[in-house]
C-alpha cells in the first residue's frame, strides 16, 4: 500500500535551518511528482510547490521562493524539504502529497516549530 | 494566484443534504476540470475525497458527490453523518504546474 511517512517535529530558533523529510514506498517513486503543502495553526491548507522526482526539477509557489528547496534522494525514494533563515511565522504542520492535479496520498505531517 | 473563496462554515442535521461551494475565476475552477476536495479531521492529515471534479477514489462512500457549474464547484454531502463532521477544503490545478486550494469550510453536524 502507498504510504508517505515524514519526519518527526522540530523546534529551531529563528534564523537556523530545518530539513523535512518524506519517504514513500508501496510505488514507483519516479513515476509521481511530490508536493508540498504548508499549514499554519488555525490556518487553512497552502500549496507550496512541487518537485517532478524524474527530473528533479522543482516549481515553487507565489511566496515560496527563495528560503524554500524541495530536493529528492531517489535512491531510497525519499523527497526533502529544507527551509532556511527560520522566521517565527514558519510555524506550521508541513505536508508532503503525492501527485499533483489532485493530491491522492499525504504523509501524517511534520511540526516545525520556531520559537526563541 | 488568490485562493479559491468557500464559506467558512455550513452546518446540516444527520441525514441532511449540504453543499459546500468553491468559487474561483476561468483561470482556475472555470478553465480545467481538475477541481479535487478534501476532507480533513482535527489534528490529521487531508484526505482526497473527490477528485477530476466529481470523481471518487476507491473506499470514498458515494454519500459525498462533486460537480461544477462555471467558476464555482460544490461538494454534496449526502444522508449526513456526525463522522462527516471536519473541515473541507477544495483545489484547482491553475495550468503552469500550479495548484490552488480554498480557504477551507468548517461542516458541523447539528
Known amino acids: 500500500q502507498v504510504q508517505l511517512v515524514q519526519s518527526g517535529s522540530e523546534l529551531e530558533k529563528p534564523g537556523a535551518s530545518v530539513k523535512v523529510s518524506c519517504k514513500a514506498s508501496?510505488?514507483?517513486?519516479?513515476?509521481?511528482?511530490m508536493n508540498w503543502v504548508r499549514q499554519a495553526p488555525g490556518q487553512g491548507l497552502q500549496w507550496m510547490g512541487w518537485?517532478?522526482?524524474?527530473?528533479?526539477?522543482?516549481t515553487y509557489a507565489q511566496g515560496f521562493t527563495g528560503r524554500f528547496v524541495f530536493s529528492l534522494d531517489t535512491s531510497v525514494n525519499t523527497a526533502y524539504l529544507q527551509i532556511s533563515s527560520l522566521k517565527a511565522e514558519d510555524t506550521a504542520v508541513y505536508y508532503c502529497?503525492?501527485?499533483?492535479?489532485?493530491?491522492?496520498?499525504w504523509g501524517q505531517g511534520t511540526l516545525v516549530t520556531v520559537s526563541s | 494566484q488568490s485562493a479559491l473563496t468557500q464559506p467558512p462554515s455550513a452546518s446540516g442535521s444527520p441525514g441532511q443534504s449540504v453543499t459546500i461551494s468553491c468559487t474561483g475565476t476561468s483561470s482556475d475552477v472555470g478553465g480545467y476540470n481538475y477541481v479535487s476536495w478534501y476532507q480533513q479531521d482535527p489534528g490529521k492529515a487531508p484526505k482526497l475525497l473527490i477528485y477530476e471534479v466529481s470523481k471518487r477514489p476507491s473506499g470514498v462512500p458515494d454519500r459525498f458527490s462533486g460537480s461544477k457549474s462555471g467558476n464555482t464547484a460544490s461538494l454534496t454531502v449526502s444522508g449526513l453523518q456526525a463522522e462527516d463532521e471536519a473541515d473541507y477544503y477544495c483545489s484547482s490545478y491553475v495550468g503552469g504546474n500550479n495548484v490552488v486550494f480554498g480557504g477551507g469550510t468548517k461542516l458541523t453536524v447539528l
Open positions: 508501496g510505488y514507483t517513486f519516479t513515476r509521481y511528482s
Open positions: 502529497a503525492r501527485e499533483l492535479k489532485w493530491l491522492d496520498y
Open positions: 518537485i517532478n522526482t524524474n527530473t528533479g526539477n522543482p
